[in-house]
Nanobody, 124 residues
């Protein structure tokens, strides 16, 4: 499995915005793929954040981020994005992207090609 590479994390204050990016280390994202963003805070399990079907832009979100985060993609850039607005301290985590063939799943075990993650820290 070709790993994915995340970028765009950093330090933000509550209420700020950040945009994360994710692209394959090599090759292209196939139209049958569903791309997902997850996050993992220290001492906590990895949790689903958002997913998008590459072929038709259908999206789904965790309740905790609905209305604040937006997942999108660029076929031209072979990249999936996570726009994070109105950040809260509880959004602090390492954010990962991964892919699956199952639209609607939120289980990490259903995803492959995990990247190394990018740290997002929200603090005043």
């Amino acid at each position: 499995q070709v790993p994915l590479v995340e970028s765009g994390g950093g330090l933000a204050q509550p209420g700020d915005s950040l945009r994360l990016s994710c692209a394959p280390a090599a090759g292209r994202i196939y139209s049958s793929a569903v791309m997902g963003w997850f996050r993992q805070a220290p001492g906590k399990a990895r949790e689903f954040v958002a997913g998008i079907r590459w072929s038709n832009d259908r999206t789904y979100y965790a309740d905790s981020v609905k209305g604040r985060f937006t997942i999108s993609r660029s076929s031209a850039k072979n990249t999936v994005y996570l726009q994070m607005n109105s950040l809260k301290s509880e959004d602090t985590a390492v954010y990962y992207c991964a892919r699956t063939q199952q639209y609607g799943t939120t289980q990490p075990a259903d995803f492959v090609s995990w990247g190394q993650g990018t740290q997002v820290t929200v603090s005043s």
